[in-house]
């Protein structure tokens, strides 16, 4: 079957850390860019991060920059993301999601992993 | 940054209507345009790409149309399983921006 399926959400104090993983399968994962995208409780989506498939182009929202991190494995079939210095607007549903060709819409999305950042 | 406006924020229709979304680019976009479906707690779901491309397994009452900086997604007869949020997403740049999302309620 194709899916992806994030993990490693939870609860993280302000300033803390974490990382989220997307694991792959169904498909080759190696030809495909993969994107973070999330949703906070009750709002929009909000794209996070992109990677190119060799992982040699990368890009984030400015709301992350500098504090977050995209990653792939593709000898694992997996997409991470570390998120640093953590804030309480960092709060959100994480998804995981796949272009269906390169510089396309997001064909394939995992069913999100939440992330909640409170004291 | 491209800023992504969609209207009307809610719309409140009934099955068998015919109803339309609309999403205007801060700039242009070409056709670099897409459509998601999202329902309560579920993730998003792909409709419409390059503007007026249906995604497979999209039934044929889902289109969409566009270019430049104003686009249009079209329901032809509202289903029981299309009330839900839309989203319109553009990728014209490697900084990709979504709609703020059209909530389509039964009416």
């Known amino acids: 079957e194709v899916q992806l399926v994030e993990s490693g959400g939870g609860l993280v104090q302000p300033g803390g850390s974490l990382r989220l993983s997307c694991a792959a399968s169904?498909?080759?994962?190696?030809?495909?860019?993969m994107n973070w995208v999330r949703q906070a409780p009750g709002k929009g989506l909000q794209w996070v991060s992109y990677?190119?498939?060799?992982?040699?182009?990368?890009n984030y929202a400015d709301s992350v920059k500098g504090r977050f991190t995209i990653s792939r494995d593709n000898a694992k079939n997996s997409l991470y993301l570390q998120m640093n210095s953590l804030r309480a607007e960092d709060t959100a549903v994480y998804y995981c999601?796949?272009?269906?060709?390169?510089?396309?819409?997001?064909?394939?999305w995992g069913q999100g992993t939440m992330v909640t950042v409170s004291s | 940054d491209i800023q992504m406006t969609q209207s009307p924020s809610t719309l409140s229709a009934s099955v068998g209507d015919r109803v339309t979304i609309t999403c205007r680019a801060s700039q242009s976009i070409s056709t670099w345009l897409a459509w998601c479906q999202q329902k309560p707690g579920k993730a998003p779901k792909l409709l419409i790409y390059?503007?007026?491309s249906l995604e497979n397994g999209v039934p044929s009452r889902f289109s969409g149309s566009g270019s430049g900086t104003e686009f249009t997604l079209t329901i032809s007869s509202l289903q029981p399983d299309d009330f839900a949020t839309y989203y319109c997403q553009q990728y014209n740049s490697y900084l990709y921006t979504f709609g703020q999302g059209t909530k389509l309620e039964i009416k």
């Open positions: 990677i190119s498939t060799s992982g040699s182009t990368i």
């Open positions: 169904g498909f080759t994962f190696n030809n495909y860019e």
């Open positions: 999601a796949r272009e269906k060709y390169s510089g396309d819409a997001f064909d394939l």
């Open positions: 390059k503007a007026s």
